[in-house]
């Protein structure tokens, strides 16, 4: 007798049913769908719905994004704003007072934090959230760009510094 094992592949499909927010966040639940629908960051985020783009998390990892803005975590949100108006812009400070954002000036751990002061109508913000860490904050390119040309800066001249010494 011989024995023989074949592998056989089988599809299956299963329908999922989801409930989506007026801001586009989705749930599995009727109920919490609804709860959340209350809630002060939902209201606000719907009204910036015109000024706001969800950016794919996938597209951050693959042009190596992840880790700059966020350690490499890997259950982070980013979202693009660019309020338009002075109530778009209002709107986006009331969403960011209403979430876990923390909302100061630079640290030394995080230097790309921009404060509520420095948003502007027109300009173009991306807002970071974190779930790991339950952890937000927003930016700008602006702002980015001026923490890397000063890091690497800082890095030529502290190379600068070595080749001086070992003259």
Not at 31 to 53: A, G, N
Not at 132 to 161: A, H, Q, R
Request: hydrophobic share 25%; aromatic share 10%.
């Amino acid at each position: 007798m011989t024995v023989k094992t074949e592998e056989i592949k089988k599809e299956v499909t299963e329908t999922v049913t989801k409930y989506v927010a007026s801001d586009g966040t989705e749930f599995r639940s009727e109920s919490l769908c609804r709860e959340y629908e209350e809630t002060l960051p939902c209201i606000f985020k719907t009204r910036l719905k015109d000024c706001s783009v969800n950016i794919d998390k996938d597209d951050m990892y693959k042009k190596g994004l992840d880790c700059l803005l966020d350690d490499g975590c890997s259950r982070t949100d980013y979202t693009k704003f660019t309020p338009k108006t002075d109530e778009d812009l209002n709107n986006l400070i009331g969403y960011l007072k209403s979430t876990k954002t923390f909302l100061g000036k630079n640290t030394d751990w995080n230097v790309v934090r921009l404060g509520l002061d420095e948003l502007k109508v027109g300009e173009t913000y991306l807002y970071i959230q974190i779930d790991e860490c339950e952890y937000s904050y927003i930016t700008s390119l602006e702002k980015i760009k001026s923490v890397l040309t000063s890091g690497w800066n800082f890095l030529m001249e502290d190379e600068k510094k070595e080749e001086k010494k070992g003259e």
